[in-house]
């Protein structure tokens, strides 16, 4: 079927003209024709695209417009083709989807270092009233961690091309205090949050997204269990006692960063950068003050073929009293190639810095092999005086199926899984 609408579309668009101009330049768009479009409004295929009626068309423009759409989600097939416009030297272009009648279903195993083996599912309307508007649900379960959300979203608010976004979140997670091989000698505390978010957000250039969030969240800490082994002189045990109980936290902060690729991570060459900055404070709603910034810069150079040289570092500081669970700690997102979860800092820190170097080389389409330096160091105040914590190894990898990154540290012994989806599902319906 989608063969037999696609041959259409090329006799609609006749046949294939001298698009391109001498030196790369493209004829005029004297139009766009939007096809196959029967619930999904016109103008807002138009808006998701790059180009323009009266742009100079070329190939970088549809190639750019067919991933912005892609992006949107509400389509299965997307076809861009142009014809000879009614004026000599202009084009007109001729925009070809099929949609998806529901949204999309998903579904896969997952694990990570600091939850275990787990599962997950999750379902998304993508295009109430024919207007691209999102509404979900997403459920997690592991043997240490559970988490649930529903979210909306609108990402054409107003003519301006504004996304807003709002969520209802709740999680529940098992927690240790230190690494042991005795569970009775960690030590464990569980954690809940349960909340929700509203954004309001802009794309900025071709690249770059702002966010402007707000956050309030119930957490509870309970079920505390004081570790049978004396680390730090019991600093770290008697502060997550103390903070057995339930408070509240307001969030406002900004959230800058560039837009996802539809290219695995470190698969081509360019830059992957994230900041955000959050503000913690009683007039929120918050029991605490407290300010957090983090952020992340790689950079992917294209070196021999499809060979990628990566450098990337991250980093981030809180300022004020942040309750103990808002900390930086190198596990779960932060997890470091390498090493075991929270190796690095096992209180976590008010201030942490990590960098990598990594070459990676793809073979056949399972996936690309690397070598790798990575380290970090965290520092954070205790009542007796700071302490800093730091390490740093070189290593092999294999990232697989885009999938699943597997790590090994030469100079630790520590075999890492640091990806944590390893199979499923994703189904556009």
Not at 174 to 198: M, N, P, S, V
Not at 353 to 375: C, D, K, N, Q, W
Request: overall charge neutral; cysteine-free; aromatic content about 10%.
């Amino acid at each position: 079927m989608k063969l037999f609408r696609y041959a259409l579309l090329l006799l609609l668009v006749g046949h294939a003209d001298p698009l391109f101009a001498v030196g790369g330049d493209g004829f005029p768009i004297e139009r766009i024709e939007i096809r196959g479009n029967d619930r999904t409004q016109a103008d807002l295929i138009l808006r998701a695209m790059t180009f323009r009626q009266g742009d100079a068309l070329s190939s970088e423009q549809i190639d750019a417009s067919k991933e912005a759409l892609y992006g949107t989600r509400l389509f299965t097939t997307i076809h861009i083709a142009s014809k000879p416009g009614s004026q000599k030297g202009h084009a007109i272009v001729v925009v070809y989807v099929e949609e998806k009648r529901f949204g999309d279903l998903g579904a896969s195993g997952e694990y990570t270092e600091l939850d275990g083996f787990g599962v997950s599912a999750d379902a998304y309307h993508v295009n109430l009233s024919g207007e691209g508007k999102i509404v979900g649900a997403s459920y997690s379960a592991g043997e240490r961690f559970k988490h649930w959300q529903f979210a909306y979203a609108d990402p054409w608010l107003t003519s301006a091309n504004l996304l807003f976004r709002i969520s209802v979140s709740g999680s529940s997670a098992d927690r240790d205090l230190f690494r042991a091989k005795q569970d009775a000698q960690q030590g464990r505390y569980d954690l809940e949050r349960i909340g929700g978010t509203i954004a309001l957000g802009k794309g900025l250039g071709a690249t770059n997204r702002l966010l402007v969030k707000y956050r309030f969240e119930q957490v509870q800490v309970g079920d505390f269990t004081r570790p049978t082994i004396q680390t730090d002189r019991g600093e770290f045990a008697d502060e997550v006692q103390f903070a057995v109980g339930r408070e509240s936290l307001g969030f406002v902060g900004l959230d800058f960063h560039s837009k996802p690729s539809t290219d695995p991570w470190g698969s081509v060459g360019g830059l992957d950068y994230r900041i955000d900055v959050d503000l913690s404070a009683k007039y929120l709603g918050s029991a605490e003050t407290f300010a957090k910034i983090e952020g992340q810069l790689f950079r992917h150079i294209n070196t021999r073929g499809k060979q990628i040289l990566t450098l990337g570092a991250r980093g981030g500081i809180i300022l004020g009293s942040e309750p103990f669970y808002e900390r930086f700690f190198l596990d779960g997102d932060r997890q470091l190639r390498g090493f075991e979860r929270r190796e690095i800092g096992p209180e976590g820190g008010e201030e942490f810095l990590a960098g990598e170097i990594l070459y990676s080389i793809p073979f056949h389409r399972v996936g690309r092999a690397y070598g790798f330096v990575e380290g970090a160091t965290i520092r954070r105040d205790f009542v007796t005086g700071v302490r800093a914590d730091q390490g740093a190894t070189v290593g092999v990898g294999l990232l697989l199926f885009n999938r699943i990154d597997i790590s090994f540290g030469i100079g630790t012994g520590t075999l890492i899984v640091k990806s944590h989806r390893f199979g499923g599902i994703n189904v556009g319906l």
